[in-house]
Every structure is written in structure tokens, then in C-alpha cells.
């Protein structure tokens, strides 16, 4: 072998650094497929978690698990195919891992611009789907645990603001209304006080009742889920 020929191939090796580099990112992906992908089929199989949703929330049919199935799925070949392509240098499994990550970057990029240009066709669906929640909350534990989550998480309540749960039966401000929790919220629509060690499931109780001036009005998120995430304002007095 010539010096010209050798000085070729020894420029054509793969950096040790970017090899391992990209063998430690896809062990991570790899990873995280295989826990989405079990978790969705041990929802599916055993306990049937969020089996009822579809039907509560008008889903069409659609059981939230199989979006985890599928996601973990893609992201487990996804991650198996960047290892093994990385650790072995195998040509293949490389260009069908960057193949299928550029048609998953084309896939967002035009979900993004459709998301822009039906905008508000998507946010009359989003307050159509959150609303359909609010009535469903106490249907369904589990659909329960996901609202006090979201609610939680993005620090919003209702689809609009506090007054959406009016629409469930238990939070509704009706005289007829025989629950505890009417005119109030559930505790995640509340403002946690860092102070709390002990979470406060009764801090909702009697937010909405007009003329309540018997105790302090509670913080409560008055953002809607569906106005936008990340943003509320305390509510500091009674309405009127």
C-alpha cells in the first residue's frame, strides 16, 4: 500500500470522540423509547390506564396509551439503529437513523406551519377539548390525575380561566347543587404556597361563591389552559 493510499484511509477513520459521542446520545434515546414503550404496553396490558379517555373526551377512538406505544417504539429502532450504527461504524443503520430523523425534523416543521396557519381553527379545538375535560374530571381517575397535572404544570385553570368549571356538576355555582365543592375549583387550580409542606386539597372550596368575604380569597390561577401556558395572575379578591 503506498504512503498516498494510507494517508487516505487514516483520514477517512471516524473520530474517536464523535463516535462515542453519538453512541452516548442514542444509549440515552434508546433508553427512553424502551421506558415510553413500557410504560404504554404495561398500561395497555395490565392495568388499562386512561382506557376510558377516548370516550369521555371525544377522542374518536383514540386511547392515549397506543400515543405512547407508538413515540417509545419509534425512539426505541430509532435509538437501537444510532448505537449499533455508531459503535460498529455500520454505514446503514447511520443513513437510516439520519433518513428517519430528517423526515421526523420535516414532519414537526410541517406540523409547525400548519399549527400557524389553522390557528385558530386548533384553538377552538383545544378549548372544545379542554372543556370536554372539565365536565368529564370526576369520570375518570385518570383523566382526573392529568388535569391536576396540567393545571399544576402550566399554573392555568379551566380552558378560559376558573369560571369553565361551572360546566362540571360538582363545581357548578347552582343552588341545586348539593356538592362540597360547589362554587370552587379543584385544589390544582390553586397558587401553592411555598411555605406548605402539606398539600392543601381543599383550597378551592368557595373560590366562585359571589360574596364571600368570610375568609381571604384563595391564589388561584385565573389563565386558561388554552390562553397560554406559564402565565397567571393571583386573584386576590372576591368577584363581584
Given amino acids: 500500500m503506498s504512503r498516498k493510499e494510507h494517508l487516505k484511509l487514516k483520514g477517512a477513520e ?10 452516548g446520545f442514542n444509549i440515552v434515546f434508546w433508553l427512553l423509547g424502551a421506558a415510553f414503550l ?22 374518536g377512538g383514540f386511547d392515549p396509551v397506543w400515543l405512547f406505544i407508538v413515540v417509545g417504539g419509534v425512539m426505541f429502532i430509532l435509538g437501537f439503529a444510532g448505537c449499533i450504527g455508531a459503535l460498529r461504524e455500520n454505514t446503514v443503520l447511520l443513513k437510516f437513523f439520519s433518513v428517519f430523523l430528517g423526515l421526523i425534523f420535516f414532519l414537526e416543521l410541517t406540523a409547525g406551519i400548519l399549527a400557524f396557519v389553522f390557528k385558530d381553527w386548533i384553538k377552538d379545538q383545544l378549548n372544545f377539548f379542554i372543556n370536554n375535560n372539565v365536565k368529564a374530571y370526576r369520570d375518570d381517575i385518570d383523566l382526573q390525575n392529568l388535569i391536576d397535572f ?23 355555582c347552582t343552588e341545586l347543587n348539593p356538592s362540597r365543592e360547589r362554587c370552587g375549583v379543584p385544589f390544582s387550580c390553586c397558587i401553592k404556597d411555598p411555605a406548605e409542606d402539606v398539600l392543601n386539597t381543599q383550597c378551592g372550596y368557595d373560590v366562585r361563591l359571589q360574596g364571600n368575604h368570610l375568609f381571604p380569597w384563595p391564589p388561584v390561577s385565573a389563565a386558561g389552559c388554552s390562553v397560554g401556558t406559564g402565565c397567571w395572575l393571583p386573584v386576590l379578591s372576591p368577584p363581584v
Wanted: charged letters at 10%; hydrophobic letters at 40%.
Fill in 14 to 23: 471516524v473520530s474517536c470522540c464523535v463516535k462515542y459521542l453519538l453512541f
Fill in 38 to 59: 413500557g410504560i404504554g404496553l404495561w398500561a395497555w396490558a395490565e392495568k388499562g390506564v386512561l382506557s376510558n379517555i377516548s370516550s369521555i373526551t371525544d377522542l
Fill in 150 to 172: 396540567a393545571q399544576e404544570y402550566w399554573l392555568c385553570c379551566g380552558a378560559h380561566g376558573p369560571n369553565d368549571w361551572n360546566q362540571n356538576i360538582y363545581f357548578n
